[in-house]
T-cell receptor
Framework: RKEVEQDPGPFNVPEGATVAFNCTYSNSASQSFFWYRQDCRKEPKLLMSVYSSGNEDGRFTAQLNRASQYISLLIRDSKLSDSATYLCVVNTLGAAGNKLTFGGGTRVLVKP | EAGVAQSPRYKIIEKRQSVAFWCNPISGHATLYWYQQILGQGPKLLIQFQNNGVVDDSQLPKDRFSAERLKGVDSTLKIQPAKLEDSAVYLC????????????FGSGTQLSVL
């Protein structure tokens, strides 16, 4: 089982609709979680951190479910510019310190 | 503020040749990472430096890959000899410290091994 797993998609989303997708992680000792966004042929950029109580940043909502070991990202009122690959990142404290592991990414395509 | 600088942007080589990539992190960032991203996959950590010391190189294929970060600033990643499966984007990232999980990525080097 991979440490961090994501549905690769693509999720085809009509403009203005809501889309949500999950990321599962295997290590119950993982401490912190993030969503990064990666545009085609570009580098990943931090979208938001994921807090235990859930958090919202504009049209984006991230949630953490420690019991089931997954995080989620919800995008409301999708814009064409939201088309990208969304990478889940899990931080686990190991012998060598903090280790950041990326998922394979979920591709989202917002269409007019 | 200047971002993470990487060069070259693109590189095409034949298998068994050698190649080197360069990265200059954001000024003041102690932690530097090299990631390999194969098309359609997420970035995979190759090596992590804290200042000029290696923190994690567990996934670095040490028979052909090497990396150094002299003086704790810029870094080079080398592949010798290259294999077809090394074709990927090599991303350099930096963060202020190991406890700071926000990574700043460079634009990457796209390597094609023919």
């Amino acid at each position: 089982r991979k440490e961090v797993e994501q549905d690769p998609g693509p999720f085809n989303v009509p403009e203005g609709a809501t889309v949500a997708f999950n990321c599962t992680y295997s290590n119950s000792a993982s401490q912190s979680f993030f969503w990064y966004r990666q545009d085609c042929r570009k580098e990943p950029k931090l979208l938001m951190s994921v807090y235990s109580s859930g958090n919202e940043d504009g049209r984006f909502t991230a949630q953490l479910n420690r019991a089931s070991q997954y995080i989620s990202l919800l995008i409301r009122d999708s814009k064409l510019s939201d088309s990208a690959t969304y990478l889940c990142v899990v931080n686990t404290l190991g012998a060598a310190g903090n280790k950041l592991t990326f998922g394979g990414g979920t591709r989202v395509l917002v269409k007019p | 503020e200047a971002g993470v600088a990487q060069s070259p942007r693109y590189k095409i080589i034949e298998k068994r040749q050698s190649v080197a990539f360069w990265c200059n992190p954001i000024s003041g960032h102690a932690t530097l990472y090299w990631y390999q991203q194969i098309l359609g996959q997420g970035p995979k950590l190759l090596i992590q430096f804290q200042n000029n010391g290696v923190v994690d190189d567990s996934q670095l294929p040490k028979d052909r890959f090497s990396a150094e970060r002299l003086k704790g600033v810029d870094s080079t990643l080398k592949i010798q000899p290259a294999k077809l499966e090394d074709s990927a984007v090599y991303l350099c990232a930096s963060s202020f410290d190991r406890g700071r999980e926000k990574l700043f990525f460079g634009s990457g080097t796209q390597l094609s091994v023919l």
